[in-house]
């Protein structure tokens, strides 16, 4: 090598930087910060374990962490239902239209989330479409307020996550060879024997990665809930901003931040162990 | 040869794959339904989000396009338009020298640079927000906080695209360049630039759309006159809602439909969708 | 005495714990074209490599028309290479691609124009120099490359089993076509393969490699009639080999206990073992013992017939296999698998090689 500095580190020395200021700083800031105590809605210096004691103990906060929990399972199962007959069929077509079949399928994630969730606002609000259709076919006798709900929850995070879902298992579908069907049925087994002993068991790795990574999105999402939710249906995403912003209790919030965290990790490592497809770097 | 007949096959017993089809199709509307319905509000001549529509007016179109309305938006497009940009020029010497150098630390640097995707941006908005407290950068809370935090979530995109673009270069072109007298600034220069080329647009583009989605970071890093559209419109939903928020919402989900579209017939993004390497 | 085109002095290579290169002493002259023979992992793409200049030896000195090159960078060095797999810049036409290296020399650009086209009329590809390589077969890509290699001019051009991805036909046909090019210009060349017709028909003088060392190096003649080892006879053909061990009569007496009456070169030591080599073509089957030269007894195993030639393999007295090829005149063969038969040759086809330690 030439004398000097190696050039790897000048290329990283800048990116590098800034992520480590940036992004591992302020996640630090708030592992310490979550076993600070506040008072008077300031951070002290005392170190404790209390803001971890009371989100674990306190029976609102169990509920919120339940909550957050179910419907992460909840969107995760809907997602992987609805998301592998889509993910089959796009990668299996031959249609001339198979390219934009998949743009279809992703487009709804140039919407912002928000956006996305509008929609089911005005179809599962009180005066909505999905009353008004219920109502004129005389399905229901009055308007049922579908929402603020963890159910309403539940359908918008859904259907804002579909995309994940369909794409993780799209490229895990990717790599399975189509002659694999051919050959078993060229053994004897008919479509339905080929597709659960052939297609389903190459298709796990991806169904599996397309649940984790739905549930790991669902499990920190905030528009959602707060839009189709209430202060009734608190998930962990809402209960931080509401210690943050609205009760400036920097010490539950960053514990509850970092219970997200913990989270997030433990999923990443599920999801390694698992062989879903790793990011190329 | 095999799987086309066989499909063939399939589709030609009807049976299972007109099944597919149905129930493809059943997720198509799920999806693309609410979306559907949004636009059609937007164009509501009553002031509720009646649907099916009653009426046809753009006078909700004409508010979208108010200053209330427009400055948020244009916030979002400056601060999507630097986003991309300093994402791109960063993630640039960061995966190049991930493709090209073997050194300790090497994995640790990957952890880091793909860390902001894996961790909730909600928790990365927190962080950062105290970070610019602790260090009494209060002022910088807007733009300038939201520049830093956009640009954090959206480099590992960038460096991602840029990485797959490097890693399809044939192996020995710069040692070919090198053998034909290119010194190693004009191989990057003549030969790697012009080839990783639809990286960089690809990194840029989803950088810009990320960062012009992006809620769950902007919520806790926005200041009043200094908002992005998407928590403008969170904000709005508070108060009840109106069909202007559904042309709001139209606007942008066309912006990056319109940018995905130009870019995609320009430079092609199609090889970079799955996050890795395709043949 | 002007300088050799390309000199290598007690070249090596490490990595780690394996030596790639072990020490290479190699002179080209100019004009000449050197293969660098031998199986995979024996060094040759390595040193070439090391010529080239991609990376630099653990160990040794490299001279390009006398001057030292070691410590110079691939680009200051005037060479061409031609890769296996061709390395044509895919966002460039062909043309392009070969006016490249005049580029990086800062060659005006009318010389550049007329230069190119003579380079792709050389290789006869005129008329294709606006096609990207993406739009091209493998074997015009080949000649891209090597047009690219060679406009430039370079002190030596370096190909690196270039023939290796063209099916079989295209390969004979291509490397007739690069030695004829080459000889036209005179380009000192070195040339690596693990195919040892290519490089017979190629080159002026072949190094066979192994374990990275040159074990021999000499025309292709040379090699193939006069191989100096026991590797270097089974590398290039194939050849029988007859273990023995040197009598103090200096003969050899097989394991079967036959002597063989034949010259024993001196540098072989009295009770060594050897081996007595001759190759299938170049001995015969026959019924009765023949008077003279080699004479080995065996049964008559298999005849497998190849279309324009015969193999006999004969299982000889005390284990020892034998291989005779014939051509095939039409006669059906007059021996039946089972029969007692000699295998026969004169001494002059026969050598005695050392047996490798």
Redesign the interface.
């Known amino acids: 090598m030439r004398s000097g500095v ?3 580190w ?3 020395a ?3 930087t ?3 200021a ?6 630090a ?2 592992l310490s ?1 979550s076993f600070l105590k506040s008072e008077a809605q300031q951070l002290t210096a005392e170190p404790t374990l209390d803001n971890y004691r009371f989100l674990f103990t306190r029976p609102l906060y169990l509920e919120v962490f339940l909550r957050t929990f179910a419907v992460g399972i909840a969107v995760g199962l809907i997602d992987i239902v ?2 592998f ?2 993910a ?2 796009l990668v ?1 077509s ?1 249609s001339r239209f198979k ?1 934009l079949l998949i743009a ?13 969730t ?6 599962l ?1 009180r ?3 999905a009353n ?1 259709v219920l109502l004129n076919l005389g399905v229901i006798g009055e308007r049922i307020p579908f929402m603020p709900s963890t159910g309403a929850i539940i359908i918008g995070l859904a ?1 804002a996550l ?2 994940y879902a369909v ?1 993780t298992i ?2 895990s579908l ?1 790599g399975v060879n ?2 694999l ?2 050959a078993a ?1 060229s053994l004897g087994a008919n ?2 024997r080929t ?1 659960f002993h052939v297609v389903m068991p190459l298709c796990l790795p991806g169904i599996a990665g397309g649940f984790i990574l739905v549930f ?2 669902a499990i ?4 959602t809930p ?2 189709l939710g209430g202060p009734a249906t608190q998930v962990a ?1 809402t209960a ?2 509401n210690f ?2 609205q009760l400036l209790d ?1 010490s539950l ?2 514990a509850l ?1 970092v219970i ?2 913990v989270c ?2 433990l999923l ?1 490592y599920a999801a390694a162990r698992l062989g879903a ?5 | 040869m ?3 007949i ?3 096959r ?1 589709r030609a017993t009807s ?2 794959w007109a099944l ?2 149905t ?2 199709a059943f ?2 509307v ?6 559907l ?2 636009t059609a ?1 937007s164009f509501n001549q009553t002031n ?5 529509p009653r009426g046809f007016s753009l006078r909700w179109w004409e508010r979208a396009l108010t200053p209330e309305w427009l400055d948020p938006l244009l916030f979002s497009l400056k601060l999507g338009t630097f986003t991309a940009l300093l994402s791109t020029l ?2 640039l ?6 493709y ?2 073997r ?1 300790r630390g090497r994995e640790a ?2 952890a ?13 908005g ?6 610019f407290q ?1 260090v009494g950068w209060r002022e910088h809370i807007g733009f300038a906080a939201l520049l ?2 956009h ?2 979530i959206c ?2 995109f960038a ?2 695209t840029v ?2 673009s490097l ?1 399809t270069l ?4 710069e ?10 600034v ?1 191989t990057l220069r ?2 790697v630039f ?2 990783i080329k639809s990286g960089l647009v690809a990194g840029a583009v989803f950088a810009f ?1 990320h960062s ?5 970071l902007s ?2 890093l926005a200041r009043p006159g200094e908002v992005p ?2 928590v403008k ?2 904000g709005f ?1 508070e108060f009840g ?1 109106a069909p202007t ?2 042309a709001v ?1 139209v606007i ?2 066309l912006l ?2 319109i940018l ?1 579209a130009i870019v995609e017939r320009v430079s092609g993004l ?1 090889d970079f ?5 395709r043949g | 005495m002007a300088d050799p085109a390309l000199r290598l002095v007690g070249i090596e290579k490490h990595y780690a714990t394996v030596a790639a290169v072990a020490g290479i002493n190699l002179e080209v002259n100019e004009g000449e074209f050197v293969t660098l023979l031998g199986p995979s992992g024996c060094g040759k793409t390595t040193t070439l490599g090391l010529i ?3 990376f630099p030896p653990t160990a040794g000195e490299i001279y390009l028309k006398g001057r030292p090159v070691a410590d110079l ?4 060095r005037d ?3 031609v ?1 296996q ?1 061709y ?5 460039m036409s062909a043309a392009a691609n070969v006016a ?2 005049l580029r ?2 800062n060659v005006p650009q009318p010389e550049i124009t007329k230069r190119v086209a003579d380079a792709l009329d050389l290789v006869q590809l005129v008329g294709l120099g606006e096609r990207r390589p993406l739009q091209m077969s493998g074997g015009q890509r080949q000649r891209v490359a090597l047009a ?2 060679l406009v ?1 001019n370079p002190t030596v051009l ?1 190909l690196d089993e270039p023939l290796s991805n063209l099916d079989l036909k295209l390969r004979e046909e291509m490397r007739i076509e690069i030695a004829a090019i080459q000889r036209r210009l005179g380009i000192t060349t070195v040339f690596v393969t693990h195919d040892q017709s290519e490089a017979l028909v190629m080159s002026n003088r072949i190094a066979v490699m192994n374990a990275g060392r040159i074990e021999q190096i000499g025309e292709p003649a040379d090699i193939y009639e006069r191989p100096a080892t026991r590797f270097v006879a089974e590398f290039i053909g194939r050849m029988n080999m007859f273990a023995g061990q040197v009598t103090p009569a200096r003969t050899v007496r097989t394991a079967a206990g036959t002597e063989i009456d034949l010259p024993v070169p001196a540098s072989i030591v009295t009770g060594a073992e050897v081996h007595v080599a001759v190759r299938p073509e170049r001995t015969r089957l026959v019924r009765d013992k023949p008077a003279d030269g080699l004479a080995l007894r065996g049964a008559l195993r298999q005849v497998l017939y190849l279309g324009a030639t015969r193999e006999f393999h004969v299982a000889l007295d005390a284990g020892q296999r034998g291989l005779v090829e014939t051509p095939n005149d039409g006669a059906a063969p007059s021996f039946e698998t089972g029969a007692t038969v000699w295998l026969a040759a004169s001494f002059a086809n026969c050598r005695v090689l050392p047996a490798p330690s």
């Open positions: 190696p050039a790897h000048l290329l990283i800048l990116p590098a800034v992520l480590l940036f992004f591992v700083l302020p996640n800031l708030l910060a609805l998301g007959p889509l089959y069929f299996r031959r390219g279809l399928s992703l487009a709804p994630l140039l919407a912002s989330v928000v956006v996305r509008y929609g089911w606002y005005i179809i609000n005066f909505g479409f008004d259907h579909l995309p794409l799209m490229g990717n189509p002659n069907e051919s049925m479509r339905t597709f790991s999105i920190s999402a905030y528009a707060a839009i995403a931080i901003y943050i912003i920097w919030g960053a931040a997200l965290i997030s990790l990443l497809r790793r990011a190329a770097l | 095999n799987a086309r066989f499909s063939a399939w049976g299972p597919l089809c129930v493809v997720v198509y799920f999806s693309l339904g609410p979306i319905i949004t509000v509720r989000s009646f649907f099916p960063l993630a010497p960061l995966a190049f020298a991930l090209r150098y050194f640097l990957v880091l640079t793909l860390g902001p995707l894996m961790l909730p941006t909600l928790v990365t927190v962080g950062l927000l105290q970070l602790y830093v935090g640009v954090v480099m590992p460096v991602r990485s797959i890693q044939p192996p020995n072109l040692l070919a360049a090198a053998s034909l007298g290119a010194t190693p004009r003549h030969i012009p080839l759309i012009f989605t992006d809620v769950n919520i806790f559209i998407t419109i969170l939903l809602f928020l559904a919402s942008t989900l990056p439909l995905v199609g969708i799955y996050g890795d390497r | 080239a200049g991609f960078p691939s680009f200051r060479i061409g290479v890769f797999d390395a044509l810049f895919p966002h490249f290296g990086m020399r690219r290699a430039i370096l």
